[in-house]
């Protein structure tokens, strides 16, 4: 066990007995928040989504795998493609199969697990980011039967 793992174990044992309060405090909170955006049912027979629920369970994952990763040898970190660089498969999962080109907007950000070795950091895609690639773009402005305002264009280079 190395210095970070032991630190990450002692703050899990100090929050532990908090962890469960706010945990159902957030849920609460949450809920209330979301379920006036749910649909409406017509339907006066059917039951009641159960949005408490789902975010409990939702809740529930996120505090278990922070607890972990607390513990955990690694490192975690998040990352995000910019605008303009051209994904690889195992780095990128992309909202359309059948769009091209480069990244045009990272829409949720990725997560790796950085590791060493005896060596060298190696980096571990846990998950993907998500992104939409050019093609999107050009799509909406050809839906839309219109053009790019060319004077809020600004030229980069990469």
Avoid: W
Avoid at 63 to 89: D, H, W
Avoid at 115 to 138: F, G, P, Y
Wanted: proline share 4%; aromatic share 6%; with cysteine.
């Amino acid at each position: 066990m190395n210095i970070r793992q032991a630190l990450g174990r002692a703050q899990l044992s100090e929050t532990e007995e908090f962890q469960t309060a706010i945990k159902n405090q957030l849920v609460e909170q949450l809920g209330d928040v979301l379920k006036p955006l749910l649909p409406r049912s017509h339907d006066h027979l059917a039951r009641p989504y159960d949005i408490h629920r789902v975010v409990a369970n939702v809740t529930d994952l996120a505090v278990k795998i922070a607890n972990a990763m607390t513990q955990e040898q690694a490192i975690f970190r998040s990352f995000f493609l910019i605008s303009g660089y051209q994904p690889t498969e195992a780095e990128a999962s992309v909202t359309n199969a059948e769009q091209t080109g480069n990244v045009f907007m990272c829409t949720f950000p990725g997560f790796y697990k950085k590791v060493r070795d005896e060596k060298q950091d190696h980096n571990i895609i846990m998950v993907k980011a998500n992104v939409d690639l050019e093609s999107r773009l050009r799509e909406e402005v050809v839906r839309k039967g219109g053009g790019l305002p060319t004077d809020h264009v600004r030229q980069t280079d990469h």
